[in-house]
């Protein structure tokens, strides 16, 4: 086991290398001078030249890499122009909302498409089946954010049951939190669910026609201790990963639903950073969430290893 | 040799067209197939039709009619502007099958190029295959967005970024591809008689990669018209005075208690052009399965006798 999760840390190191030079190239494709189309038409040449001499803009191309890559090594982000604050500040003060946001999502994602997977493979053909993939189609075809405008207006403005957009801190009310981050989880989480109730069926369909389920059933064994004692224990390997990588991918969704319900977080810093051209926490923000996406990828090719240590050898 | 070599080659091309055919087929004979295929036949049919389908100008203003709802004059009402909804939403489906075909085409030919090259020169394989991975290493949403912050707002940068985005999944579909038919014994003989690397990689590989790369096209035109829309609608897709649906969401927003029905239409057109192409996609992928090409076979002899 420590030999294969030393084999894929090192698999990393080329694959952050080239996460870390796209970023870096990403902020110099910028068209004409991106130092003027930060600080606006009417930027004096003296602040000009001062700001390429603080983002070390006036060194080549190369070392200019050289110098960043040495300061992300090193945790430092950069500063933002707009915020005056250093990058990584800003997105850690805006870190609580994403994280709830996207524990919520995955937990309703789990919550709702494993069991509905589950019931879609032991009743093939039926009109549960039928009707649940229906939905889960419906689901993975609809745009997230369009749900969310249906959500305000449907709750939020027509029955007032939930408030439209916004955010209370933890710390303040977690009652309130919860109330106001309902929504936004359900919507994240309801395209998500559909992946996963998809991919289940899929698995478990896999699963059921196995030689040894059918042992099973000749054996005498009950109907639910062979799908849940057997069945779903294997089928869960397969949809682990993938439930994996979809807190990955919830946290490029949460930009949107973010967007949507006013909500304060990471992604939202990202959507105001573009409109305001502030490069250095575009540049950090992305950084980051590929770095936490690498991450996680990684502790799910683990946890897939410990729970199938067939991959191992692979 | 020689002739043993040739005469499978002519082998696999007979096959290939029965293969094709036999997709073909699998694919109508499913109903819910033959409704995705309506679905994305209507919505191209809608994009090349749009000046005769639409019933207004969709950027003619009219503010002393702004914000009506759906009635025989304006179908799906009128915006914040006076700007029928209906019209746009017609003229906005042309965007969005051209910025989805697009798309399609920039990642399958950087895909597909870069899999054909990883896949039949090992020594470019690691190269190759760690900058896909690095490009897969980002969230598609939030790679898309730091490439239209760096390039700007306009219908060929979203193209481009959507397409280089999806690029890394034709390339691993491509690559697994050409790894098993380059060990195949008409390019072995085909080498054997002095053929060179881009003859054989035209004629004899990548035809026969084409269904995965077909299959893969169908998902990421899916994803590119949902990717769009998303982009759009944050405000750094295609700029705000191109009809997009993307562009009417993003307004609607501002008036969803005065005026919901805004964000109601374009999202529907949305979602059946998405469903459309998921399913044709599932169809496709099913249809290319070996698995289930053989249970169709069994089905169709058994309905014969």
């Known amino acids: 086991m420590k030999e294969y999760l030393l084999r894929r840390i090192l698999a990393l190191a080329p694959v952050m290398f080239v996460v870390a030079t796209l970023v870096f190239v990403l902020m110099h494709l910028t068209p004409g001078d991106p130092v003027s189309a930060m600080l606006g038409m009417d930027a004096s040449a003296v602040d000009i030249a001062r700001m390429r001499s603080r983002l070390d803009l006036d060194q080549p191309l190369f070392f200019q890499y050289a110098l960043w890559l040495g300061k992300v090594v090193r945790g430092n982000l950069g500063e933002s122009i707009f915020l005056q604050v250093p990058v990584l500040t800003a997105v850690l003060e805006r870190l609580e909302p994403t994280l709830l946001l996207t524990l919520l999502a995955i937990t309703f994602a789990v919550g709702v498409g494993i069991p509905a997977g589950v019931i879609s493979a032991t009743r093939f053909g039926s009109a549960a089946d039928q009707g649940i993939m229906v939905v889960a189609l419906l689901g993975v075809s609809m745009p997230d954010f369009w749900l969310g405008l249906n959500l305000i207006f449907l709750i939020a403005v027509k029955f007032g049951w939930l408030p439209v957009a916004g955010y209370v801190s933890l710390s303040a009310d977690w009652l309130a939190t919860l109330r106001y981050l309902i929504m936004p989880a359900f919507c994240l989480g309801f395209i998500q669910s559909a992946l996963i109730a998809r991919m289940t069926r899929a698995v478990m369909l896999d699963v059921l026609a196995q030689d040894y389920i059918r042992t099973g059933h000749a054996k005498g064994l009950s ?52 409109t305001r051209r502030d490069y250095p926490v575009i540049q950090g923000v992305v950084l980051l969430i590929a770095g936490a996406y690498v991450l996680i990828n990684l502790l799910v090719d683990v946890a897939y290893a410990y729970l199938d240590p067939r991959i191992k050898y692979v | 040799m020689a002739n043993t070599a040739a005469a499978e080659g002519a082998a696999q091309e007979a096959k290939r067209r029965s293969v094709w055919a036999q997709t073909l087929r699998m694919l109508v004979r499913r109903r819910i197939v033959a409704v995705g295929i309506g679905l994305v036949v209507g919505g191209f049919l809608v994009a090349v039709l749009a000046p005769l389908l639409a019933s207004h100008n969709p950027n003619e203003l009219t503010i002393a009619d702004r914000l009506r709802p759906p009635s025989r004059a304006n179908l799906f009402g009128t915006d914040g502007f006076g700007r029928d909804v209906y019209s746009r939403v017609v003229y906005g489906a042309r965007l969005s099958i051209l910025v989805g075909a697009m ?76 790894l098993v038919i380059r060990e195949s014994l008409y390019v072995e003989a085909a080498r054997a008689l002095g053929a060179r690397d881009h003859r054989i990689l035209r004629l004899d590989i990548l035809p026969n990669c084409l269904s995965p790369i077909i299959v893969q096209a169908t998902f990421v035109f899916a994803y590119a018209v949902l990717g769009e829309a998303a982009l759009s609608f944050l405000g750094v897709g295609v700029p705000p005075y191109i009809s997009s649906w993307g562009n009417i969401l993003s307004e609607g927003r501002q008036f969803i208690t005065q005026a919901p029905w805004i964000t109601i239409f374009p999202g529907v057109a949305i979602m059946l052009t998405v469903l459309g192409l998921n399913v044709v996609g599932d169809g496709l992928r099913d249809a290319c399965d070996p698995r289930m090409r053989y249970l169709y076979g069994r089905m169709s002899k058994s309905t014969k006798a």
Do not use: W
């Open chain 2, 103 to 178: 798309s399609v085409a920039v990642a399958s030919i950087g895909g597909g190029i870069a899999g054909l090259i990883a896949g039949f020169y090992p020594r470019l394989d690691g190269v190759l295959m760690r900058i896909m991975d690095g490009i897969m290493a980002f969230p598609n949403i939030v790679l898309a967005i730091a490439l239209m912050a760096s390039l700007g707002p306009s219908v060929i940068n979203v193209i481009f970024s959507l397409g280089f985005v999806y690029m890394p999944r034709v390339a691993r579909v491509v690559r697994s591809g050409v």
């Open chain 1, 223 to 274: 109907r639910e201790c062979v799908v849940y004692k057997h069945a779903l224990k294997n089928a869960m390997i397969p949809t682990l990963t993938v439930i994996g990588i979809t807190f990955a991918i919830m946290m490029g969704g949460a930009i949107v639903i973010e967007t949507v319900f006013n909500i304060p977080g990471v992604g939202r810093l990202l959507i105001q950073s573009v």
